[in-house]
C-alpha cells in the first residue's frame, strides 16, 4: 500500500481495539481509535478518515439504539466515508438497520480476518468511486470493451460502466432483471473482468436445489456421511475458491437454505457433510433473480440479511423494451452467429423486419429475440428477411393474434393473449410454454398471477 489509509476503530472494549488495531497496522492501515460516543463524533468531526469502522453493540446499551444513534451522527457528518459496523450474531437485524441508513457494510463477531481486511477494502475502493460521475463516464464506456455484449443504449451503458468499476473489488453484486435479460452474461463478464479470472467461475442454480440436497451440493460430503455417499465429494463452494461463485434464482431459495448460505458469505467458512474440519475459501459471490428480492423480504419469504449481505452492489438490467434501439444491433449479432454456427448463406433483414422486430413487447426479452431469430434463419427461403418470414416462424395462429392484439390494445393486454395462446397450443403445459415464450417456469407462474390467469397445473 502506497499511502496509509487512516481508519477509526470505534469500539468499547479494550481487547476489540487493540486486537483490530494489530490487525490493520499489520495490512498497511493506520488505525485510530474511539471508545465513547463523544470522543467518536469529535474524531469524526476533526479528522478526516477512510473508513470508520462501528460496533454497534456497546455495552451499554443492549437494543443497540445508540449504535444506530451514532451511525445517524457518523452519516450527518461525514456522508461520503464508508461506515463498516460490527454486530453480534444475534443482533444482524440491527446491522440491517443500518445499510439503510448508510452503512457500507456489516461483519458479525466473531468476524474472519481475511473476511474483515476484504470488506475494508472493498468499502474503500468503493467509496473513492462513489463520486465519479456515472453519466459522463457511461458515455465513454464503449461495449466494444466487453466482448459478446451487445446494446448502445445508454441504460446497458450505464450497466457496463458499473461492471467495471465493480469488478476488480471483492464485493458482492445482484443482477436483476426479467428472463432473458442477460444477467448470467454479466455476472461472467464481472468475473472476466476481475482478478479471480485464471480461477473458476462456478454457476449455480439455486430454484433448482431441493431443501433436502443443499449442503450436500453447496458444501460437499465426506465419503459414509449417508448411504450413497461412496467417496468424498466437493461442494460447489469449494470448487469455486479464489474464483466467484454465480448464485443463479436466489430468489426462488427455500428460507431454510437461505440462513446456511447467509453463514457461508458471512464467514467464507463451512463443513461438509459428515465432517467436522471446518473449511475456509476464498470465494466472491454474484447473485442473480428475476424476482424482486425487496417484496419477498417483506412479505417474510426473504431472510433480509441475506439481502444486504448479497446486495453490496445492486445492478438491475432493463428489459429489453426499454432499449429498443439496441434490438437491430443484436438482431445483426445474432445472424452472424447463426449463420456461422449452421453453416448458411448470410441473410440481411429489411428495414420493415427490423421496424416489426423493434415494435414487439419481448417478454422474454434477449433469450426470444434470439431464439426467433435462429428459428427464422433455419425456415427462412430466400436471403432477404422479411417480416413475413419471422410471422411464419412462428406457430400458425400466434402472431396474428399477437398483431391483432397489439393494434387492439396495450402491451399488457398482449401478452396475456400471446401466454393464453401459448398455453393453449401446448395444453396447458407449463415448461412447454415457458420454453417456447423464452421464459423461467417462475416468471410464467408470476405472469398468471399478475394477469389473473387461472389453469389447473399440467408440468
Ligand atoms: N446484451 C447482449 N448481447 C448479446 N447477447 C445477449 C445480451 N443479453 C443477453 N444475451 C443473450 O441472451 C441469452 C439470455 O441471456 P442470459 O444472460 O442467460 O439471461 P438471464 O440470465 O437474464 O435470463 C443468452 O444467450 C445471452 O448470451
Ligand atoms: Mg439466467
Known amino acids: 500500500m502506497t499511502t496509509s489509509r487512516r481508519i477509526l476503530i470505534c469500539d468499547d472494549d479494550d481487547a476489540v481495539r487493540s486486537s483490530l488495531g494489530f490487525l490493520l497496522s499489520k495490512a498497511g492501515y493506520l488505525p485510530n481509535f474511539a471508545s465513547k460516543p463523544d470522543d467518536i463524533i469529535r474524531h469524526v468531526g476533526e479528522t478526516t478518515f477512510d473508513l470508520i469502522l462501528l460496533d454497534m453493540n456497546f455495552s451499554m446499551s443492549i437494543s443497540g439504539e445508540e449504535g444506530i444513534a451514532l451511525l445517524k451522527h457518523i452519516i450527518s457528518l461525514k456522508p461520503d466515508v464508508p461506515v463498516v459496523l460490527i454486530t453480534a450474531w444475534g443482533s444482524v437485524e440491527l446491522a440491517v438497520r443500518g445499510m439503510k441508513l448508510g452503512a457500507s457494510d456489516f461483519v458479525t463477531k466473531p468476524w474472519n480476518n481475511v473476511q474483515l481486511l476484504k470488506i475494508i477494502e472493498t468499502s474503500i475502493a468503493l467509496s473513492g468511486k462513489r463520486d465519479a ?76 436445489i431441493p431443501a433436502s440436497l443443499f449442503e450436500s451440493e453447496m458444501f460437499g460430503y465426506k465419503k459414509g456421511a449417508f448411504t450413497d455417499a461412496k467417496s468424498d465429494h466437493r461442494g460447489r463452494f469449494e470448487r469455486a475458491n ?95 452467429q447463426a449463420t456461422t454456427t449452421y453453416s448458411i448463406a448470410t441473410k440481411t433483414l429489411t428495414g420493415e423486419a427490423t421496424e416489426w ?20 434463419l433455419l425456415l427462412a427461403k430466400s436471403d ?61 407462474y408470476r405472469k398468471l398471477e399478475k394477469h389473473g390467469i387461472q389453469i389447473s397445473r399440467n408440468e
Open 357 to 376: 422486430l423493434c415494435s414487439q413487447s419481448w417478454p422474454g426479452n434477449v433469450r426470444e429475440l434470439r431464439n426467433i431469430i435462429e428459428r427464422t
Open 133 to 208: 460521475h456515472t453519466r459522463v463516464s457511461a458515455v465513454r464506456t464503449r461495449s466494444q470493451d466487453f466482448p459478446g455484449i451487445i446494446g448502445e443504449d445508454h441504460k446497458l451503458l450505464e450497466v457496463l460502466e458499473v461492471i467495471k468499476r465493480v469488478s476488480p473489488t471483492h464485493a458482492p453484486v445482484l443482477i436483476t432483471g426479467e428472463s432473458g435479460t442477460g444477467k448470467e452474461l454479466i455476472a461472467s463478464a464481472i468475473h472476466r473482468f476481475s482478478g479471480r479470472k485464471d480461477n473458476p467461475f462456478v454457476k449455480v442454480n439455486l430454484g433448482g
Open 242 to 336: 479464489r474464483g466467484t461463485i454465480f448464485l443463479d434464482e436466489i430468489g426462488d431459495l427455500h428460507l431454510a437454505s437461505q440462513v446456511k448460505l447467509l453463514r457461508v458469505l458471512q464467514d467464507q467458512t463451512f463443513e461438509r457433510l459428515g465432517d467436522q474440519h471446518s473449511l475456509t475459501v476464498d470465494v466472491r459471490a454474484i447473485s442473480a433473480t428475476n424476482r424482486d428480492l425487496y417484496s419477498l423480504a417483506c412479505a417474510g419469504s426473504f431472510r433480509e440479511d441475506l439481502l444486504y449481505r448479497i446486495n453490496l452492489i445492486h445492478i438491475e438490467v432493463p428489459p429489453l423494451r426499454q432499449r429498443v434501439g439496441d434490438i437491430p444491433l443484436l438482431a445483426g449479432y445474432f445472424i452472424d
Open 384 to 444: 432477404v428477411i422479411r417480416s413475413s418470414d419471422f410471422i411464419t416462424a412462428l406457430p400458425a395462429g400466434k402472431m396474428a393474434d399477437m398483431q391483432q392484439t397489439a393494434a387492439a390494445g396495450t402491451l399488457d393486454e398482449m401478452e396475456k393473449h400471446l401466454i393464453l395462446e401459448t398455453l393453449r397450443e401446448f395444453g396447458g403445459n407449463f415448461s412447454k410454454s415457458a420454453e417456447k415464450l423464452g421464459i423461467s417456469r417462475a416468471t410464467l
